[in-house]
């Protein structure tokens, strides 16, 4: 996908209402998957051929290419938005895991599924939306996803 193409799906997920129900599939055109439920929008705008081939030098061109898009996507919410903050992902993951659930149950969505990998994010607030941009993975070895949620439930 192309940053416009990025820009006019997150442009309709925070058009549109949430879904009433966990986990519905979202059309978005071009995206890989997207999903939503209560609060939440989650579209994967890697783009069914952008994790590479197997190995961990493809992986590696893929998760430079999926920072590039994310820092280009990036500029322009910043010109209408404002500056994003950053932020790690890894905390939420590991506090889910240090209650002892498993972080569907600790985290609320989209929060849990976006931090569910190892990662960092952008995050805009709007007038009453937060907006993320992540690049996460599960290991050095796996494919990179970057993954964009929309949402109205506050960060954990």
Known sequence: MST???LAAIDLLCSREFPA???RPVD???AVGAVGGPGYFVVDLTGPDGHG????W??????EQAYADRESLAVLLTERIGRPDHIGLQGMALRAFDTGHDTGGAIPEP???VSSRHGDALVWRTDNRWLVLAITRRDPESPVHFLAAVTDVDPP
């Open 21 to 23: 129900e966990h986990g």
């Open 111 to 113: 929060w849990a599924t």
């Open 58 to 63: 493809a992986y590696a061109v893929a998760e």
């Open 28 to 30: 978005v055109v071009g």
């Open 4 to 6: 416009a193409q990025h």
């Open 53 to 56: 081939d197997e190995g961990a």
